[in-house]
């Protein structure tokens, strides 16, 4: 059996043409790299032989306000597989990060953002919030991109006003939903009023019901309360739990953002 390879190792056994089909530029694609062609020796074999019989698996980290036509990836996060230290990966300048994921119900991501600042002239500020990346197998299987928003400071001010508070005892949580957008409903009623984001600007959800755009921001979420659930009618996974206890393994924290990723139909 092949060794496993974190993301920092399998990038750096590539060749300049391999590390090319690796890593697409830009967003919006299924995230799963293509292979070279049959007959051409390219260098080192793609990533699911590099994996084992791990999954490899692509991401992306970017801007809170990306955009098909503005696209802005955060460069040099890292990403690091909870409970597995030597499952690491640091973002490329257009935001996706590479890694060999075990197969396994649940896996989760921890973020840590960049020292640097935002390499978008548009989108200025130093990302300082931490995240989770809640990532269930479904998701995995389905190659559908995981995708973060990091939120500068100079945006959070902006954004988190007009009677949208942040709180550092609170969490933040994150829904991207690959293709359909689908509702997104909460177990608690606790958080603030539903954002949502069209792939143009950020807007607040009437009714608590979001209807259009692929990612919903759930605002100041509670995190004494014990587990929550987050639905996704329609899509894959429906359902997520976030958990609040211990703190060691807390999927939902405070000062936080906790992503999810759900494959819509």
Not at 65 to 92: H, I, Q
């Amino acid at each position: 059996m092949l060794p496993r390879w974190n993301g920092s190792a399998l990038l750096a056994a590539c060749t300049l043409a391999a590390c090319a089909a690796l890593v697409a530029c830009g967003s919006g694609d299924d995230g799963i790299a293509p292979k070279k062609d049959a007959g051409i020796d390219t260098g080192p074999p793609p990533p699911d032989t590099l994996c084992g019989n791990d999954t490899a698996y692509t991401g992306e980290i970017v801007d809170w306000d990306s955009t098909a036509a503005n696209f802005c990836g955060v460069f040099k996060a890292t990403v690091t597989v909870r409970g597995d230290t030597t499952r690491t990966s640091m973002t490329n300048p257009n935001g996706r990060f590479q890694l060999c994921l075990a197969h396994q119900a649940e896996t989760v991501l921890e973020v840590t953002p960049p020292a640097d600042a935002s390499q978008c002239a548009s989108m200025p500020g130093t990302y300082m919030k931490s995240g989770i990346i809640i990532l269930e197998q479904s998701v995995v299987d389905a190659g559908a991109l995981a995708s973060a928003r990091l939120i500068t400071e100079t945006r959070r001010a902006t954004m988190f006003s007009g009677g949208l508070t942040y709180s550092a005892g609170q969490a933040q949580i994150v829904v991207h939903i690959v293709g359909t957008s689908h509702p997104v409903t909460y177990s608690s009623g606790n958080v603030s009023t539903f954002q949502q984001f069209n792939g143009t600007a950020w807007s607040a959800v009437a009714g608590q019901t979001p209807t259009t755009g692929n990612d919903v921001l759930l605002p100041g979420a509670d995190v004494s309360g014990g587990a929550v659930t987050v639905t996704v009618t329609g899509a894959t996974p429906a359902t997520v739990m976030l958990t609040t206890t211990p703190a060691a393994t807390a999927t939902l924290a405070p000062d936080k953002f906790t992503y999810i990723t759900v494959a819509g139909s």
